[in-house]
C-alpha cells in the first residue's frame, strides 16, 4: 500500500484559493486518489478521487500529474467552514480499505 | 435522516466494565466497517463485515467482538475495558468491499474510559 505525506498543517484566510500536496511516490497502477475532510466531533466525509490529469466537482478540484506520484487537492475561495483536517489517501481498486495518515489541518481565518 | 447513526454518541464508563456501541445504515449498503480515532487522530480500521460476514479483522483484542444481525446494523461489544480503549470509535458504511468511492462515516462515539 503507497504510502502518503502531506503537510501537518496549513494556514488561509476566507477567499483565498488553498492547494494541499500530497506525495505518494509508491503508487500502484491500479490504485486511485481520494481525499477526505474531517471536521471536529464529526466522521471523514469524501471529497474527491481521481486517477489521473484533472478531476473537478462542486467542492475541490485534484490535480494529479503524469508520473502519479503527487496530487493536489485544490479548494476555491475557502470560507471559515472549511477548516478541517483533509486526508490524502491512495486506494487500491481492488477489495481494500480505507487506510488514513495523519491528515493536513487547515486554518481558515477571517 | 442520518445515513449512518452511531450510538451512543458520548460513553464514559469504569475499567473492566463491558459496554456496547451502536450502528445503523440506512444506504442500503452491504459493507459496514468499524474504525478507531486514537488521541493522535490516527483513523484505523477495525473491522469489515459484507452482508453479516466478516471479512476484515485487524489486529484487535478479542476484547472487541462485533455482532452484525443483519446488513444494515453493525454493534460493537468491548469487554474488561481499558484505559487504552479510550478514543472516538466511527461506525461507516460503502456499497460493497470494493466501493472505496465513497465511504460514509458516523458522526462516532466518544468512548472515555476512567
Known amino acids: 500500500l503507497a504510502k502518503t505525506t502531506q503537510p501537518i498543517s496549513m494556514d488561509s484566510y476566507e477567499g483565498q484559493e488553498v492547494n494541499i500536496t500530497c506525495s505518494h511516490n509508491n503508487i500502484a497502477t491500479n490504485d486511485y486518489i481520494t481525499w477526505y475532510q474531517q471536521f471536529p466531533s464529526q466522521g471523514p466525509r469524501f471529497i474527491i478521487q481521481g486517477y489521473k490529469t484533472k478531476v473537478t466537482n462542486e467542492v475541490a478540484s485534484l490535480f494529479i500529474p503524469a508520473d502519479r506520484k503527487s496530487s493536489t487537492l485544490s479548494l476555491p475561495r475557502v470560507s471559515l467552514s472549511d477548516t478541517a483536517v483533509y486526508y490524502c489517501?491512495?486506494?487500491?481498486?481492488?477489495?481494500?480499505?480505507?487506510?488514513f495518515g495523519k491528515g493536513t489541518m487547515l486554518l481558515v481565518s477571517p | 435522516d442520518t445515513a449512518v447513526s452511531q450510538t451512543p454518541k458520548y460513553l464514559v464508563t469504569q475499567m473492566g466494565n463491558d459496554k456496547s456501541i451502536k450502528c445503523e445504515q440506512n444506504l442500503g449498503h452491504d459493507t459496514m466497517y468499524w474504525y478507531k480515532q486514537d488521541s493522535k487522530k490516527f483513523l484505523k480500521i477495525m473491522f469489515s463485515y459484507n452482508n453479516k460476514e466478516l471479512i476484515i479483522n485487524e489486529t484487535v483484542p478479542n476484547r472487541f467482538s462485533p455482532k452484525s444481525p443483519d446488513k444494515a446494523h453493525l454493534n460493537l461489544h468491548i469487554n474488561s475495558l481499558e484505559l487504552g480503549d479510550s478514543a472516538v470509535y466511527f461506525c461507516a458504511s460503502s456499497q460493497d468491499p470494493t466501493d472505496f468511492y465513497g465511504y460514509t462515516f458516523g458522526s462516532g462515539t466518544r468512548l472515555t474510559v476512567v
Open positions: 489517501l491512495v486506494v487500491s481498486s481492488g477489495y481494500s480499505t480505507l487506510t
